[in-house]
């Protein structure tokens, strides 16, 4: 079983449609994280929850919305999204400061298209 | 502003040629520096850091990147490349901490072809 497991792992839908992505991680960990990643584009940092509560929110507009219920599940709930929106999205996740140096965990990733 | 900048997007290198991918950093503090790769629909994986200590990090595959005070680069090389290491990589650095988790700022990343 893999560290940190993305579903779906592929996702298409319209723009008035609602949908949720969801992340697991197997590993333990305190803190889980949500990045775009868009071609050609630098890796961009959307959302980190640390022990379950949102310390990181990068001005991400207000059609994309976490859920972290608990340290080992994350969501990001999908909605009224534009087409420019279409990416993969990634989750990861570390461990507590306290036993870390730095690395991040990344699952497989959500590819979504947004018609 | 803390950044990473990878100046190539793309390398080409044949097979059993040693190879470089670069990267430049600007951060306040000590550089935590990571190196990641991503193959076709994947996610991001882990393959080395530097922290404190030798200047020369091994790491996964065959793997090694060189920390450069004086010229904030951190550069990711191998001495024999193979096919299968043609993929996307990723340099990062930790740009702070706080709130018990990192913050990484990633490059652009470079795409790595390497030719039989």
């Known amino acids: 079983e893999t560290g940190v497991t993305q579903t779906p792992r592929h996702l298409v839908m319209g723009m008035t449609n609602k949908k949720s992505l969801k992340c697991e991680q197997h590993?333990?960990?305190?803190?889980m994280y949500w990045y775009k990643q868009s071609a050609k584009k630098p890796l961009e940092l959307m959302f980190v929850y640390s022990l379950e509560e949102r310390v990181e929110n990068n001005s991400v507009p207000s059609r994309f919305s976490p859920e972290c219920p608990n340290s080992s599940h994350l969501f990001l709930h999908l909605h009224t999204l534009q087409p420019e929106d279409s990416a993969l999205y990634l989750c990861?996740?570390?461990?507590?400061?306290?036993?870390?140096?730095?690395?991040?965990?990344f699952g497989e990733g959500s590819r979504l298209t947004v018609l | 502003a803390q950044s990473v900048a990878q100046p190539e997007d793309q390398v080409n290198v044949a097979e059993g040629n040693p190879l470089t991918v670069k990267c430049t950093y600007s951060?306040?503090?000590?550089?935590?520096l990571f190196w990641y790769v991503q193959y076709p629909n994947r996610g991001l994986q882990f393959l080395l850091k530097?922290?404190?200590?030798?200047?020369l990090v091994k790491g996964s595959y065959g793997f090694e990147a060189e920390f450069n005070k004086s010229q904030t680069s951190f550069h990711l090389k191998k001495p024999s490349a193979l096919v299968s290491d043609s993929a996307l990589y990723f340099c990062a650095v930790r740009a702070g901490v706080s709130g018990g988790y990192n913050k990484l700022i990633f490059g652009a990343g470079t795409r790595l072809a390497v030719h039989p």
């Open positions: 530097y922290i404190t200590g030798d200047n």
């Open positions: 990861a996740s570390s461990q507590d400061l306290g036993y870390n140096t730095g690395e991040l965990f």
């Open positions: 590993l333990g960990h305190n803190a």
């Open positions: 951060v306040s503090g000590n550089p935590y």
